[in-house]
């Protein structure tokens, strides 16, 4: 099961870092990765590491704005987002996939497992 938190409320030209923490099987030879769905929108990637490999992915539209990092010995999955835009307004997943689903990573068939999301809103 994944959990997501750091969700919240912050004005546009602020931060905030999102964590994910796994309970049961570790991160551990798998593909984690964030994605988010804006009211009306789809869901969308966001980003995307390989836990073993350490290779980030991210969409265009964060690429500079958002990072991803792991932390082996806690076991835990964050995103820092730097710079946030009403745009990046949405609920925000963490989601787990098996490593050999690297390739695919930004599509949201290729995770089997996702945690109940954490809301960020950006206000103007």
């Known amino acids: 099961q994944l959990q997501a938190c750091g969700g919240g409320l912050v004005q546009a030209g602020g931060s905030l870092r999102l964590s994910c923490a796994a309970s049961?099987?570790?991160?551990?030879?798998?593909?984690v990765g964030w994605f988010r769905q804006a009211p009306g929108k789809e869901r969308e990637f966001v980003a995307a590491?390989?836990?073993?490999?350490?290779?980030?992915s991210y969409a265009d539209s964060v690429k500079g704005q958002f990072t991803i990092t792991r932390d082996v010995a806690k076991n835990t999955l964050d995103l820092q987002m730097n710079s946030l835009k009403p745009d990046d307004t949405a609920l925000y997943y963490c989601?787990?996939?098996?490593?050999?689903?690297?390739?695919?990573?930004?599509?949201?068939?290729?995770?089997?497992?996702w945690g109940q999301g954490t809301l960020v809103t950006v206000s103007s």
């Open positions: 989601a787990r996939a098996g490593s050999s689903m690297w390739h695919i990573a930004k599509s949201d068939g290729a995770y089997a497992n």
């Open positions: 049961g099987r570790a991160f551990s030879g798998y593909v």
């Open positions: 590491i390989h836990w073993n490999m350490g290779s980030t």
